[in-house]
């Protein structure tokens, strides 16, 4: 069942509202339309009383209007407490084999998994399945609707495989139920999907998913919070994949329906304008990003106080363009107007104040500022460790740096230790060989270099031009560094022809790449198709 939320609930945290759609599910036609059939649901109750039935469905209904207030107020004891009484008092008056207890199964099994009660949460989802397969069969959208949450409930509890089987048959009925062209069907692709990416698959999660956005676009309005989830998975894969041009075509028109809807001031649009400009700095369009945030700084600055933490999100953001282009005191004056609208609001031994500290360091960095930079770096560690934790992933940029000039003041052990502690915290939150780590283990390579320690310097390295080559290359400029500190390490072990090599395979993959083809919507689904059955493989035959 489509579940419409009205929109008094806007208010309400994200999370909160799947709980809310889950609880209307119990409440009733007299609250939900029953939008799937237009037919209102055959019920089988067990009371011959009319009265007495009418009487017990009228509490019920007004017990999970009592749930639904507790879990709009965040006290999920309480709604929990309620539920179980919904629980107890439809069973009593219908009888466990009717569709109104297996809704108040589906409420409390909800809430379960939303308190972290996973495996209590499953049984009952599992009770609930049973008993919508006889009421209406295992094509009606209640019992693909329970299926779909055991599948995520299982998942969770680590059993990827049965997951994905759940998945899988829900999938079959939707499609065969509703058709591709439905929400429902978006949002059991985008769970595989999720599922796939969870298993590096990213090939065929970005298939899934790409399919899953399409329906979505074509089913729900831009500025709905899946429609702007499903966009940033999508984009995030697609940049991973070097797909470029492809992600900014899918962000662009959900940027424009957002500003539209909710303002360009809104945080949902503020986030989707920084994905779609962190995708044209990936695909170097430079300039088109810096009219891009040039016109949404324009606009905010009509509407909000030039104080206000949005504008210096995109002060932040532009200093980090300005400092990939190479236009160093332009980005350290955005980074530094950044800093000091967050150091307004937050104060300076926040996260937020501490980060742009970091890329401030960064900046100074870059200008040969040794000195200045160190201080940025260290002061930004000390904040970072002290409210994030020594082994958290934002102290990496820092810690490069720091180990950068230990290198070039002669500290050398000092920046191995830096250098080393950085890289194991990208690989632990990561995993070797990922993206993400290669940053790290460029600078790991260079410090191995001036210890004359060539060979695991060359390791480091090659892991760094490998990963940037699975992930379609993102970025040019850090791909290009690391080939050419390769090629020096090759010559230092007399490795010209190595050397050579590297330059060559460098060159090579530099040449611009074509858009991808836009696919039809059955080769779309075909690829759907692929995806999961070449997945199902590695499962069944790991």
Not at 99 to 124: N, T, V
Not at 300 to 324: A, C, F, H, N, P
Not at 456 to 481: F, K, S, V
Request: proline share 3%.
């Amino acid at each position: 069942m489509t579940i419409t939320i009205p929109t008094f609930f806007g208010v309400i945290p994200p999370r909160i509202h799947t709980i809310i759609a889950a609880i209307l599910l119990v409440i009733g036609s007299t609250v939900l339309a029953q939008e799937s059939s237009g037919k209102p649901e055959t019920r089988q109750s067990t009371t011959k009383d009319a009265a007495a039935t009418e009487k017990a469905r009228l509490e019920c209904d007004q017990l999970s209007k009592e749930c639904l207030a507790a879990v709009k107020s965040g006290d999920l004891a309480t709604a929990k407490s309620i539920a179980i009484k919904v629980m107890e008092k439809a069973k009593e008056a219908f009888g466990a084999e009717d569709d109104a207890y297996a809704r108040s199964l589906h409420q409390y099994a909800f809430l379960l998994s939303e308190s972290g009660e996973l495996a209590q949460s499953a049984k009952l989802q599992e009770e609930c399945l049973a008993i919508r397969a006889k009421v209406g069969g295992t094509k009606h959208e209640d019992y693909l609707l329970t299926l779909n949450n055991l599948a995520a409930t299982t998942h969770k509890l680590g059993d990827s495989q049965k997951a994905y089987q759940l998945w899988s048959e829900c999938l079959d009925g939707q499609v065969e139920t509703l058709g591709w062209q439905h929400p429902d069907v978006a949002r059991t692709l985008s769970n595989l999907g999720s599922l796939l990416l969870a298993h590096g698959e990213y090939p065929q999660a970005a298939k899934l998913l790409m399919r899953a956005l399409e329906i979505a676009k074509d089913t729900l309005p831009a500025e709905h919070p899946f429609t702007l989830k499903i966009a940033m998975e999508t984009t995030k894969i697609l940049s991973q994949l070097g797909e470029y041009k492809v992600a900014i075509e899918l962000m662009l028109p959900i940027v424009d329906g957002l500003e539209t809807k909710l303002g360009v001031e809104h945080p949902s649009t503020q986030m989707a304008i920084g994905d779609v400009c962190e995708l044209l700095v990936r695909a170097n369009q430079f300039a088109l990003a810096d009219t891009l945030l040039q016109d949404v700084l324009k606009k905010l600055s009509s509407k909000l106080e030039i104080s206000d933490v949005r504008i210096g999100k995109v002060y932040q953001t532009l200093g980090e363009l300005y400092r990939r282009t190479g236009k160093l005191d332009q980005s350290l004056d955005y980074f530094e107007k950044s800093l000091a609208i967050q150091k307004k609001s937050t104060g300076v031994e926040s996260p937020e104040y501490a980060l742009i500290s970091q890329a401030i360091g960064t900046t100074l960095l870059d200008q040969g500022k040794s000195d200045q930079a160190e201080k940025a770096f260290e002061k930004s560690v000390q904040v970072l460790e002290m409210k994030l934790g020594q082994d958290h992933v934002a102290l990496t940029p820092s810690l490069n740096g720091l180990a950068l000039i230990a290198r070039s003041n002669g500290e050398l052990p000092k920046a191995e230790k830096l250098a080393e502690r950085s890289l194991k915290l990208r690989e632990k939150h990561f995993g070797k060989g990922h993206i993400e780590c290669c940053q790290c283990y460029n600078t790991m390579g260079l410090v191995l270099t001036s210890l004359e320690k060539y060979e695991l310097a060359e390791n480091l390295l090659r892991q760094a031009m490998d990963a940037w080559e699975q992930a379609g290359i993102p970025i040019a400029n850090d791909y290009l560094t690391v080939c050419n500190n390769l090629t020096e390490v090759l010559k230092l072990r007399n490795e010209a022809s190595e050397a050579s090599i590297v330059q060559a395979r460098m060159k090579n993959n530099l040449i611009p790449r074509g858009p991808s083809a836009q696919q039809a919507e059955a080769e779309a689904n075909a690829a759907v198709q692929d995806a999961l059955r070449d997945f199902q493989s590695k499962l069944l035959h790991p």
